[in-house]
Structure formats: C-alpha cells, structure tokens
C-alpha cells in the first residue's frame, strides 16, 4: 500500500487525475489537496512515495510543497503536473527537488505513460531546461571562495555529455544510441543530473542564506 | 588637469610675460639713455651763436620792503645760494653786461635762456624792465623745474655793453625739503631766439613734460588697479598699487601747479609729508605681493606718518631740509628693506602661479632701490644736482614696469579662473549628460519593467483562467474533437504567452527545442525522423514573436504529416546564413491533392502558415504532388 499525494485546486482535474493514477497505481491510496496549506499538513502526517503537485495554487506555489518533501521525505519522488511548460515555471521545481514534470493538457494515455516511465525512473528532460542546468552548474563553477560546510557538486563528464546532447535537441533514446548506452543507464544519468541539480540548488540557497546573515533552514 | 596642453599654455604665457617686463625695463633704459644723449647735444653745436655768461654781480636784500641792498659782490655763475649765500631766503639782484653775440645775424630775434632759477625771477634789459616769471613775494611762484626764456626786445638792445639785471627769489636750502628747490641761478645764455626756444622745449620735454605724462599713466593705471583690487578682494596688493600710484601722481602734481595759494614752509611741508603714505603703500604693497602681513608693521607706518609731520613741525621751517633728509633716509631704508625682504621671500618660497616673477622683480627693484639711494646722495649733495629730475621720471616707470607685471598675474590668474570656469562647465555638462542619459535609461528600465510586469499578470491571468478553463474542456469534454481543440487552444494560448512575454532566443536554441519537439512528435506517430541542422554553433538571435511563429508553423507542418500524409519519413533540414534562416520539411506522404488545393488549405493550415511567414516578412512555399509527398520551405529574415 503506496500513498500517493495528489495537489491540484482545479476539482475536475483533480478528479481527473485520480482517476488517472488509480489506473497507473491500482494499489494506492491517494490524498488529495487543494491548496498548499493542506498539501503541507499532509506531508508532515503521511508517508508519501509520490506526489503530484501543481504550481499555481491559490495560497501559493507547489514549489514549496516539493521543497519540504524533499527536505522530510526524501524517497518521495515529487512530479510537477503543471499547464505552464516554460522553463522559467519548472526550473525552480527541479532545484527545489521535483524528479519530473507533466503538462497537464496532454492525452491520458500519453501522461501515464511519463508517470508510468517516471516512477521507474526514467524522467523527462527537455533541452530548455537542460540549458538551465548547464548554466546553473557553468555558475556554481565559477564561484571559487566556497564555505567548507557547504558540498560542491559537479557533474561527470558522461552526465555533461547527455546534458549537452539534450540541449542541442536530441532525444534520450537518440543519445542513448549516439554514446552506445542502454535506455537505462541515460534514465541513471538523467536522474544523477536532477539529483544534484537538487542538492546544488540547496547547498547554493543555504550560502545564500548565509551570505545574508540568515540561519539555515531546519 | 595634468594634460599637457594648459601647462603649455602657461608656459608660454609666463615666457611672454617676462620677455614684456624685460622689454618694459629696456624701454626704460632706453628713454634715459636717450635723454641724457638729447640733454648733452645742445652745448655741442650751439656754437658761437650762443654767449654764455658766468659771472654776474651779486647784491642780497634781507627785506623785500626795505630794499637793504648790501654791497655787491662778484659771483660765478651758476650760483648755487647754499653755497655762496647759506640760510639766505629772500631776493638777490644779479647785474651783467654783454655785447650781442658776434656769430648772430645782425637782425636776429635775441633771448636769454636760463636753464636753472628758483623759484623765480624778474629780468630787466638796459634798465628796462621785459620779463616776469610770476609772483616775486609770497606765496612766490615756483619755477625751479621751469627753464625759462626771454624774449630780448631788439628796440632796447645794443651792440654792445647791455646791461642785464636779474632779480631771483629763492628760498634757503634749509627751508626746503628737497635740494632742487633750494634757491639758485644757472648760467645765463643769450642767442638767437630760435636756438633757445629749441633748447627751452627740450628741457621742459623732460623736466616737465615726461613728468606730467608719466604722472597721468601712472594715475591712470593707479586707478585701475584700485577697480581690479576692489573686484578682487583677496589680492590686497591692487588696491596697495593703485593707491602708491596714485599719490605719486598726485605729488607730481606740483610740476602742474606753480602758483599754489600756499606760503614756501607750508608747501614744503606738505611735500615732504607726502614720502610718509607712499613709502608706507610702497611697503605695504610689497610685503602683500609677497602674501606677508604684519600688524607691527602696519602699525610702525602709521605711527611714522604721524611722527613725520609732528618732526618736522617741531623742528619749523627753517631746520625743514635737515629733519626731511633724516627722514629719507629712514623712508629709504624702508624701502629698501621692504624690497630686500619681498625677494629674500618669494626666492624662498615661490608662489606657484608667479615662479616666472623673481628675476624681473630683482630688476626693477633693483632699478628702484639705485634711484632712492642716487636720489638720497643728490640731497647729501654728493654728485651735485642732476640735469634730470631722476625720481620724478625713474619712479613711474618702475611704477609702469611693476603694474605691467601685475596685469600680467592678473590676466593669468584670469586665464586660470577661465579654464577652470570651462572645465567646470564641461564637466556639469558631463554629468548633466549622465544624468539625463541615467534618467532616461531608467524610464526606459521603468517602461520595460511596468511592460514586462503587466505582460506576466497577463499571461498569468492567461494561464490561471482561460488555460484553467480550457484545460477542464480538454480533459472532460465527452467529444474526442472538442478536447482535441481546446489542447490546441491551450498550446496557443501558451504560445500567445511566451511570445508576449518571453526574451529573444538564440537560433541555436530554439532548432534545439523544435528539434526535440518534432522528432519526439514524429516518433510517436512512428514516422522516422532525419533532421539535420547546422552543425557549428551560431549566436544569432530570434526575437521571441519570430519563434513562436516559427514553432507554429513547425508544429503544424508537423501535425499536416501526423494526421495526413501517410508517411513513414520526414526529413527536415536547417539553413542558416547571416541574413536569413531556412527550413524545409519534406514528407514522403501522399501529398496534397491538386484539385482540393482551396478546401484541403483550411485543413491543413497552409494559408495560416503563408500567413505567419509573411508577417515575418519571410515567405513558406508549398510543393505537393500526388505521390510526391510534400515540402515545405520556409526562410525566414534574420
């Protein structure tokens, strides 16, 4: 028995998106929530292994739900389900620790396929945003005077390579053929790339915090 | 400032400015050097025209009313009366006999020349008294600086044995404050009228003339230079300059005015008195031109103003020569010091805007200080009296020299105060520019960020409502149709949005996403996919408006294949040169239908696609065929 927590405030999507994950995940048991008030309270009570968050709440952004599940319930792979598809949107809910992203308006069949793909571990990765992980990364280097406390993280050279090769628009199963890869390992690299595009964001927003004279968060 | 052009400048201005002083100062020379080549050239071709009398007899009246005559004597002249008559002040009857001078022509005009009498005198021809200099009782006209001429009236004249009779005024040397003034008779000349004239204008030339015109500049520049101290309140020593000026005019005023209404003791006095004020502006002047000031010795001056006439009160009029040459000797020490300590001064500290200054200071004071002490053996009566009046001539044309310099400071300090004033404006004018370019900069900053504000709650209304919206259509409409439109709404919207909000993209970056989109797309459809762009990495930029529209035209070109043409590849192809972007997507479909041109067009959004390319300015061709499947090319203006 999974708990899988669904945020979404509009309630027939909502609906529809139940009944999605139920078809996706017969087992599971999902919670629901409109507004980022709710989402966070469950959190803090339930085990979740999945959640789907929008963006755009009426209290709020799902940005914040994802960052406190990563933070709490770090085995809980968050997923984006959002209508905005730009980067601006769903770069800060990568960092902020979302495994993946779904748009909403896509066929049923085509978004439990991804969420089918993502819960075994192989997540979307669009060039758009692989450009922003090279620049975020590309920026993380460039700061030298770095604080002992705070972990550097760095991509291989393998997991730049895919990087790279999204950015110029090829697709994962394109690269996978181009470097001689199996499906599964570009998926490993992809999810490599996401994780610590996380764990980059946090240690860069914690010395942000300190550069500020703030304490880090809890 | 450390650009080498003002330096330049001031370079050369300061090397100007000497070479004026130093042309000042040789002009100087050169008027003394002239006059005492014009003063000695008179005796040389007077010849025998011109007699020459150097012997008279002498009678001294104690009285003018009694008349006491005392017996003649025999005297030479000139008759200097400190020597021959000391502390005599009254009148002395001169008597001497000539014949005509044998080298005139016989029926020439005569005169008698007399180039020395003080203070004045009365000439009588035979008995018959011709000439009058002036007033002969007190106050007595003052002629001592005035040679003076006689007309010989040819009626009274003879050949031979002509009497001359002389009678001078004059005052004791010890009732007067200067030697030249002191009582006395030159020798007596007498010839043609016309050579004497000629000799008389010469003398008054430069004993009054040069004087009189010196006295005017110097009053002049005196006066200016008060108006440039009074503009210019921190340099004290214009309005000392212009004072010193000026009295000195003013006492030169006397070589003017020969019937003062005032008694001998009392203009003697008053002369003498004058030294105190413009020896203390001369000082004064001085220490402020070497930025000194000293209460102690400001005060020492007034006090000597105040002591000097009490002296000289005291001691009366008749110990006036004696006490006034204690005093200018105390005045000239003064002075000198004065001078002495303003260069000892400035060669130890040289102001900056005046380090071109010394050495023509050391000239002209030098200048000065030789003529106070030649002035001061004069009235010891060390060299014997000067043929030119050396003090009334010398000092103005220090004077001129010293103002020429000031002017010089002045016009610098002018020129300074100019580039300054320039620099000043150009620099406000800089940052006036700067501001208005910051400010402008910041409207625009302002504009760009209200738009851009405006734009994102726009597109988030957009997203939150209309996308909300149609996103419940697509995912509960029963019709496969209806849902299918409202997704293809919502991908416009979302379009519409990114080209009203979104930045310019670079080409190499958006044939990326189109790529990744397009082959996904196809890839799905199971169609294979063959696209080849351009491999080297440009920057060139696609405003955000031209890759939405592109991505439009993409998509639907993608989707005309997807639902059309049946085929099974698609090869797409990306061109990119400096001017314009090309792209071509080729099917191996079935193709459009010739005679469905019009009516298939709606369906597969060819005349929308046409459309979008021409608004931006580019152009989409279609090529179909039964058969042959279908290109599309598109270029588009970069």
């Not at chain 2, 405003?543 to 070109?557: C, D, K, M, N, S």
Request: with cysteine.
């Amino acid at each position: 028995m999974t708990n899988i927590l669904l945020l979404e405030d509009l309630p027939e999507i909502r609906t529809w998106l139940k009944v999605l994950i139920n078809q996706v995940f017969p087992q599971s048991q999902i919670h629901e929530a409109a507004r980022v008030h709710d989402a966070l309270e469950l959190v803090s009570a339930v085990k979740f292994s999945l959640a789907l968050c929008d963006l755009g709440l009426p209290d709020g952004s799902g940005v914040d739900v994802v960052a406190a599940l990563r933070e709490h319930q770090p085995e809980c792979q968050s997923v984006v389900v959002t209508i905005h598809d730009d980067d601006d949107h769903l770069f800060p809910a990568l960092q902020a620790g979302a495994f993946g992203y779904l748009l909403k308006e896509q066929a049923r069949e085509l978004i439990a396929e991804q969420l089918k793909r993502m819960s075994q571990g192989e997540p979307p990765l669009s060039p758009s945003i692989a450009r922003r992980v090279i620049s975020h990364f590309a920026s993380q280097t460039r700061q030298q005077e770095r604080p002992q406390n705070i972990p550097h993280v760095s991509l291989t050279d393998r997991e730049n390579e895919v990087l790279l090769r999204v950015a110029k628009g090829f697709t994962l199963p394109e690269i996978g053929v181009q470097l001689n890869l199996s499906r599964h390992t570009i998926a490993d690299y992809v999810k490599q790339i996401y994780r610590k595009l996380n764990v980059s964001s946090r240690a860069e927003a914690a010395l942000e915090a300190q550069r500020l004279g703030l304490f880090r968060r809890q | 400032m450390s650009t080498p052009r003002p330096g330049t400048l001031q370079h050369d201005a300061t090397r100007i400015a000497r070479r004026a002083t130093c042309s000042w100062l040789a002009a100087a020379l050169a008027l003394l050097a002239i006059s005492v080549l014009l003063l000695s050239a008179p005796a040389a071709h007077a010849g025998a025209a011109i007699v020459t009398l150097t012997s008279a007899q002498a009678a001294q009246t104690t009285n003018d009313h009694l008349l006491t005559e005392l017996p003649p004597t025999i005297v030479d002249l000139p008759d200097d009366w400190s020597d021959t008559r000391p502390r005599f002040d009254g009148l002395v009857r001169y008597r001497t006999r000539f014949d005509r001078p044998a080298g005139a022509e016989p029926n020439e005009l005569l005169a008698l020349y007399i180039e020395r009498v003080c203070s004045n005198v009365e000439v009588s021809l035979n008995g018959q008294r011709i000439y009058s200099g002036g007033r002969m009782t007190e106050p007595v006209t003052r002629n001592c600086h005035y040679a003076q001429l006689v007309t010989l009236p040819p009626a009274l004249l003879q050949e031979r044995g002509n009497t001359l009779d002389l009678q001078v005024r004059g005052h004791a040397l010890q009732r007067v404050a200067s030697r030249q003034r002191a009582g006395g008779l030159s020798a007596l000349q007498i010839g043609p009228q016309a050579l004497l004239a000629e000799q008389q204008a010469r003398h008054r030339l430069w004993n009054v003339a040069a004087v009189q015109v010196l006295a005017l500049t110097v009053a002049v520049l005196g006066v200016v230079m008060i108006v440039l101290g009074w503009m210019s309140r921190q340099a004290a020593y214009f309005s000392y300059y212009g004072w010193l000026s000026l009295a000195w005019a003013l006492m030169s005023l006397r070589i003017w005015w020969r019937d003062m209404p005032w008694d001998n003791g009392v203009i003697e006095f008053l002369f003498c008195t004058a030294f105190a004020p413009v020896v203390a502006l001369a000082v004064q002047f001085l220490l402020s031109y070497a930025d000194l000031r000293s209460r102690w010795i400001e005060n020492a001056l007034a006090l000597q103003w105040v002591l000097l006439p009490v002296t000289l009160l005291l001691g009366g009029p008749a110990r006036l020569f004696g006490l006034a040459n204690a005093w200018y000797v105390v005045l000239a020490v003064e002075t000198c010091a004065a001078m002495a300590l303003y260069l000892w001064v400035t060669k130890r500290h040289p102001r900056h805007d005046r380090r071109h200054d010394f050495w023509p200071m050391v000239a002209i004071l030098g200048a000065g200080s030789v003529l106070v002490l030649v002035e001061l053996a004069v009235q010891y009566d060390l060299p014997g009296l000067p043929q030119l009046p050396l003090l009334q001539l010398g000092v103005p044309v220090l004077l001129v020299a010293v103002a020429a310099r000031l002017l010089q400071v002045f016009a610098r300090s002018l020129q300074a105060a100019e580039a300054g004033r320039n620099t000043l404006e150009a620099r406000v004018r800089e940052a006036t520019a700067e501001i208005e370019h910051n400010f402008a900069q910041l409207a625009e900053m302002r504009v760009e960020q209200v738009t851009e504000k405006e734009r994102k709650r726009i597109a988030a209304d957009l997203h939150d409502d209309l996308g909300a919206k149609l996103l419940t259509i697509v995912h509960t409409s029963e019709s496969e149709r209806i849902s299918t439109l409202a997704r293809e709404a919502l991908e416009e919207m979302r379009l519409s949005v990114r080209g009203l909000t979104g930045k310019p993209v670079r080409l190499a970056d958006a044939l990326a996403d189109w790529r990744a989109e397009t082959v996904l797309r196809l890839g799905q459809a199971n169609i294979e996919a063959d696209w080849r762009g351009p491999t080297e990495e440009t920057e060139q930029l696609l405003p955000a408006r031209g890759f939405v529209q592109t991505t439009r035209i993409l998509r639907e070109a993608v989707s005309n294949i997807i639902k059309h043409s049946g085929a099974s590849h698609c090869k797409v192809r990306c061109a990119i040169t400096d001017r314009q972007f090309g792209l071509t997507v080729q099917d191996n479909g079935k193709g459009i239908p010739m005679e469905l041109d019009g009516k298939l067009d709606r369906g597969h959004g060819m005349s929308s696609m046409k459309h979008r390319a021409k608004q931006m300015q580019g152009q989409c061709l279609v090529e179909s065929g039964p058969g042959y499947g279908t290109v599309i090319r598109l270029t588009l203006p970069l």
